[in-house]
């Protein structure tokens, strides 16, 4: 099943990836799944990240937190002694410093964005708290301001709603990945937040693959 769905996936990601923008780009791929340097985070987040398809194969699945709660403008998730709530707040255009080539947006606040590139947000992440054995795990604000348009949840075929955001342990216990997959048409991403020793280590971002 998974190898179908990796083939949707990848076939998706070079349709997406051959429309070229018609305007200037500031989006950056630092933070790709490719440019990981350690080599455990790597492996784990191949085995269910869409940017790390190409390094799937033979990889084991992780332990897995599915979704606890969510509304249009959260999602939670939780169990034993991991907590996570991620929350949106509506973009306000007027509080911004908006950036355009021509017509299209692109920066923020001087910075760029990820989500509908181009166009004005509809909305922006307001806070991404982790809770781990009941300690707060500092995540720094540019770790998720700038990923709007999130859509938390999306509908199949059959109008069943679903969502493939979820939280992932290692197998060695120290890390935990904050997995949020937003699927948003051309504007889709993926962003993988790494947790190491109770310690923000790093946030993995792609974009360009997932409609």
């Not at 002694?81 to 410093?97: A, D, G, L, M």
């Not at 999130?150 to 939280?167: A, H, L």
């Amino acid at each position: 099943m998974r190898i179908i769905f990796c083939v949707l996936l990848v076939y998706s990601r070079f349709d997406v990836m051959s429309q070229e923008l018609e305007f200037r780009d500031y989006r950056t791929k630092k933070e790709s799944f490719t440019k990981i340097p350690e080599k455990d985070v790597r492996a784990d987040i191949a085995s269910f990240a869409v940017g790390g398809i190409d390094e799937s194969i033979g990889k084991l699945p992780l332990t897995k937190i599915g979704v606890s709660k969510h509304e249009n403008n959260f999602m939670s998730f939780e169990s034993n002694n991991i907590k996570v709530i991620i929350t949106t707040v509506r973009f306000e255009p007027s509080q911004h410093k908006l950036v355009k080539d021509e017509e299209h947006v692109v920066k923020i606040d001087n910075k760029p964005y990820y989500g509908n590139y181009g166009e004005v947000p509809g909305n922006h992440i307001q806070s991404l708290i982790i809770l781990i054995d009941k300690d707060t795990i500092p995540v720094p604000l540019t770790a998720y301001a700038d990923l709007c348009n999130v859509n938390f949840t999306y509908r199949d075929k059959s109008g069943t709603e679903r969502s493939n955001n979820g939280i992932y342990l290692s197998k060695d216990n120290r890390k935990v990945y904050v997995y949020l997959m937003n699927k948003d048409g051309e504007g889709g991403y993926e962003a993988t937040w790494v947790i190491q020793d109770k310690k923000f280590l790093r946030r993995v971002l792609d974009y360009g693959m997932i409609k």
